[in-house]
């Protein structure tokens, strides 16, 4: 079970409380950002996809979102009324998931393939960034504001 009792900056991570042997996880969100910002860069007209460089995205971008998949479903679950369905984010989250059940395209033989999932998985990481990254308070206050 994963759940998040506080989010406090410490450098330039994030640290967040997680059920488990180490009891906090870091999360280095200028890692996580550079990696999201490299994966979505533009790739000029008639350049060469790079399979090395592609199976590395693949690699970090993999990891990161088994990191804070759990962590952004269990703010979500927090922030959801007693009933209500999954929402929205919750079917994002539901996306993310089942995309990661399945192996990404193999960059040697589909670098175009693989190239979209890079890109794909990005967006999908940088929604779970912002949901794990979200300050609960803040966001009442504009709901507040806007009402």
Not at 82 to 110: F, I
């Amino acid at each position: 079970m994963t759940t998040i009792s506080s989010l406090t900056t410490v450098k330039q991570h994030h640290v967040a409380r997680i059920d488990g042997p180490a009891d906090a996880a870091p999360i280095d969100v200028v890692s996580i950002t550079r990696t999201i910002s490299t994966a979505l860069r533009p790739v000029p007209e008639g350049a060469v996809l790079d399979p090395g460089a592609l199976a590395e995205s693949i690699a970090l971008l993999s990891g990161h979102i088994q990191l804070l998949l759990p962590l952004a479903e269990a703010a979500h679950h927090r922030s959801r009324p007693a009933g209500a369905g999954p929402g929205l984010v919750g079917r994002g989250l539901a996306y993310v998931r089942s995309r990661m059940q399945y192996d990404p395209p193999n960059p040697h033989d589909y670098p175009a393939c693989a190239h979209v999932w890079v890109q794909e998985s990005a967006r999908g990481l940088q929604q779970l960034l912002g949901l794990v990254h979200a300050d609960p308070g803040r966001e009442h206050q504009r709901a507040a504001a806007d009402r």
